[in-house]
């Protein structure tokens, strides 16, 4: 076998990014519903890393100087499992037609880590289904070298989509789940293949 092929062959690891820390959360719910659409894949490997049980500080150090002890610990829980992910999906609401902060705060605290990968949204909300939520995490990552995923899966008024067992009732959600999914596995395996022959050029 090929290193190529072996590359090809190995599953793509995607860590997901739990973006809400709000208290009563509807977070958790989507995430547990996008890892069991993940958890049908054989060529994936899924990540959970949930801003609310990894938080990040939110002061970052002055440029050229390196962060405290403090802060580099509670890095350690989060930017080792960013680095070693081939793909991305972030769990988003919509906040005043934008993206939580903590969501924003955990890209801004890392960079290398982005670069030259794929960036899938699964949005929530109200009518709009966060969809105002991932056209600006669209700009954010295109200027950390990132790939992102034309197709999204979002849940509008989503308190309405799941059953009181967090199971999702919209069938839809399922197709659009696999096509989502199916496009990352793409770009992932695309784009891993060609850092394995160079490194990204940032």
């Known amino acids: 076998m090929s290193s190529t092929t072996a590359r ?31 958890g049908r894949r054989d060529d994936m490997r899924t990540d959970v890393i949930d801003l609310t049980e990894t938080p990040l500080p939110h002061t970052l150090p002055a440029f050229g100087q390196e962060p405290s002890p403090s802060t580099l610990e509670l890095l350690a829980a989060v930017s080792p499992r960013l680095a070693a992910a081939d793909a991305f999906v972030f769990v988003t609401p919509e906040y005043n037609h934008s993206f939580p902060a903590s969501l924003k ?29 991932v ?12 790939t992102t995923i034309r ?15 967090g199971n999702s009732t919209e069938p839809a959600a399922d197709v659009a789940a696999k096509a989502l999914l199916d496009q990352l596995s793409w770009w992932a395996h695309a784009l891993r293949d060609a850092r394995s022959v160079r490194p990204y050029a940032a």
């Not at 960036?119 to 109200?126: D, E, I, L, N, Q």
């Not at 056209?135 to 990132?146: D, G, I, K, P, Y």
């Not at 197709?151 to 067992?165: I, K, L, P, Y």
């Open 105 to 133: 705060n955990a890209i801004d605290w890392h960079n290398e880590q982005w670069h030259g990968k794929p960036v899938a949204f699964v949005s929530y909300g109200g009518l709009s289904g966060g969809l105002r939520a």
């Open 8 to 38: 090809t062959a190995e599953p793509l690891r995607v860590a997901v990014l739990v973006g809400s820390t709000r208290e009563g959360r509807f977070a958790p719910i989507v995430t547990r519903w996008l890892s069991g659409q993940l």
């Open 151 to 165: 197709n999204t899966v979002s849940f509008h008024n989503a308190w309405g989509d799941f059953d009181e067992d």
């Open 135 to 146: 056209e600006q995490l669209r700009v954010v990552m295109a200027e950390l070298n990132a």
